[in-house]
């Protein structure tokens, strides 16, 4: 076995050759048939997300220390970053490249992170110096209307939002417990789109308290008032005390008024607003039980909020439906439930429950409904064109009425915080464009890095940072998750590739065999009289920064 060799001094060492000149005059560029380039990519994270925050940017951002730089980048797509890190159903961590190699970054943790940073140290949007003599009129103080809201008076237009309830919100504010998005969060993210100079009209609902012949001042109108009635289940005693559909569930409590749930509730459906339902009713006191027609894999609810659920003790029984509510003195006492089989696909592309003849009983003193919602458009028939209960309008918001503009549920059905959010933005930049004559820019999409593509042989397999609970929440309506501290932000920071977008690693500089590529204030080029289309600098760059093509191109 050889042994390495040590020297003394200088005098020791063998005679090694130095060049006293460069290569400059060998020209190597004509032997390439293939050649790299570098190509900045768009990270799969950020074409996951549907708002298309530029995740990676902010990250970086927040990488360096500069928090609110790194906010005021959230803030160019989604203008509440402290509600979606709560809520969203987080699309973009199933996109990460690094789900492949360990696990996803924790990108709502950081994305709520910034939105807190901004709130505690009352880092504000910028008010427009522009103003444009154009109103609009928002109706709906929901997630799209809001969004829409804030980013029309970004560019200086007056808006008034018009709102049926006593406060803004909607879905945020009354169907989503305290637990997941506290209300003082929530009203610190309405407060910056008040600064912005919105006005807002609550308990004014469009229709009802102001017709559309009163809003004859304003220049277009954006319609989101989001859904606001339940879906029966068609059962007999379906009003009777202790049955009760599960958005008026959620409001009674959000509002603050007193709910009796009794010993045993039962919550009918599979979304998100059933979880919301359930871990509610718990909190009130019950044994919950959580009936579902499918299987756990057909469940449409984020799979976080199906465990958060699981552990804090609801019960699921699939295969399941409600057959017949029985009562004692006009209260349900029992409800008697078929089970179900799945079959062919139906139009939703899930497998068809299919009752069967067998039957089980559960004792229920309170029966909750969460099995999907329906919008009220009676207002809006004279506006706009109605079909199969929603408004027609397309991607970018535009309707049939060239001044009505609409998104968020009441166009697309039941979606999420993070999808209306991004219809309010879309519409208000294509308001902006109609009312001042400009040219309207749909948000294209770009090449996005594969995960096929990324040297993960560069990065150490690394855990989330975890993310600690309140442990009291489980019993009350105190907020769940806790949020990082700064030191675990930063942890969580450093997991993230940087997918698609150099970093100045280096790797391409000194990997390069032929020294084809110099670097200038963090700026690398290739020189392509000598680069020889070896492509060692794209299998070594980490991040998937360089492509390929052949030299005939």
């Avoid at 190509?39 to 500069?66: F, K, N, V, W």
């Avoid at 140290?121 to 427009?128: I, T």
Wanted: proline share 5%.
């Amino acid at each position: 076995m050889s042994q390495k060799k040590t020297f003394g001094d200088e005098s020791e060492m063998p005679m090694a050759s130095i060049s006293s000149d460069d290569m400059s005059w060998n020209r190597t560029g004509s032997w390439r048939n293939i050649k790299p380039f570098f190509d900045p990519r768009t990270s799969p994270c950020i074409a996951g997300c549907p708002a298309g925050e530029d995740i990676q940017s902010y990250i970086q951002l927040a990488r360096e220390g500069r928090y609110e730089d790194a906010v005021r980048a959230i803030w160019k797509t989604n203008p509440f970053p402290s509600i979606c890190g709560r809520v969203c159903y987080h699309p973009c961590m199933e996109a990460c490249t690094r789900a492949t190699h360990d696990q996803a970054v924790f990108i709502p943790a950081i994305e709520r992170f910034l939105g807190d940073f901004a709130i505690d140290h009352q880092v504000q949007s910028p008010v427009s110096t522009t103003v444009n003599g154009k109103r609009v009129a928002v109706i709906g103080g929901g997630p799209a209307g809001l969004s829409c809201a804030y980013y029309l008076a970004l560019t200086g237009f007056p808006v008034t939002v018009f709102e049926a309830k006593e406060a803004l919100g909607g879905v945020l504010r009354y169907g989503i417990p305290s637990y997941r998005l506290p209300k003082n969060i929530l009203d610190a993210e309405i407060a910056r789109v008040e600064r912005l100079g919105v006005a807002f009209r609550t308990s004014t609902a469009v229709g009802r308290d102001v017709t559309m012949e009163e809003l004859t001042e304003y220049s277009a109108f954006f319609i989101s008032v989001g859904l606001q009635k339940n879906r029966l289940l068609g059962m007999e005693h379906e009003d009777a005390n202790g049955v009760m559909p599960g958005l008026e569930f959620l409001e009674s409590i959000n509002s603050g008024k007193p709910v009796a749930v009794g010993r045993h509730a039962v919550v009918v459906g599979g979304g998100n607003t059933a979880m919301d339902v359930a871990r509610s009713a718990l909190r009130l006191g019950a044994h919950v039980t959580v009936l579902y027609r499918r299987t756990r894999q057909e469940m449409p609810a984020i799979e976080d909020e199906i465990e958060d659920a699981r552990a804090e003790g609801v019960v699921f029984r699939f295969l399941a439906t409600p057959h017949r509510i029985e009562l004692s003195q006009g209260h349900i006492t029992r409800l008697t439930c078929q089970e179900m089989t799945l079959g062919e696909l139906d139009e939703t592309g899930r497998r068809r429950p299919i009752p069967v003849d067998s039957y089980f009983d559960i004792p229920a003193d309170s029966l909750l409904t969460a099995t999907g919602e329906v919008a009220d458009t009676a207002a809006f028939e004279p506006m706009a064109r109605i079909e199969r209960g929603l408004i027609v309008a397309d991607q970018f918001g535009r309707t049939s009425n060239p001044k009505v503009f609409a998104g968020g549920d009441i166009v697309s059905g039941a979606s999420t915080v993070v999808n209306a959010i991004a219809r309010g933005r879309g519409a208000a930049e294509l308001i902006s464009s109609e009312l001042t004559g400009g040219k309207f820019h749909p948000r294209t999409e770009k090449k996005v890095v594969a995960m096929e593509d990324v040297n993960t042989a560069y990065f150490a397999r690394t855990p989330r940072t975890p993310m600690t609970d309140n442990e009291h929440a489980r019993q009350s309506f105190e907020e769940v998750h806790n949020g990082y501290t700064c030191d675990e932000v930063r942890s969580e920071l450093d997991r993230c590739f940087s997918c698609g977008v150099c970093d100045g690693c280096d790797n391409c500089y000194v990997f390069c065999p032929d020294v084809a590529i110099s670097r200038e204030n963090g700026v690398y080029t290739i020189d392509y009289d000598f680069c020889k289309g070896c492509l060692i600098c794209v299998r070594e760059c980490p991040r998937a920064v360089l492509s390929t093509v052949n030299e005939a191109s």
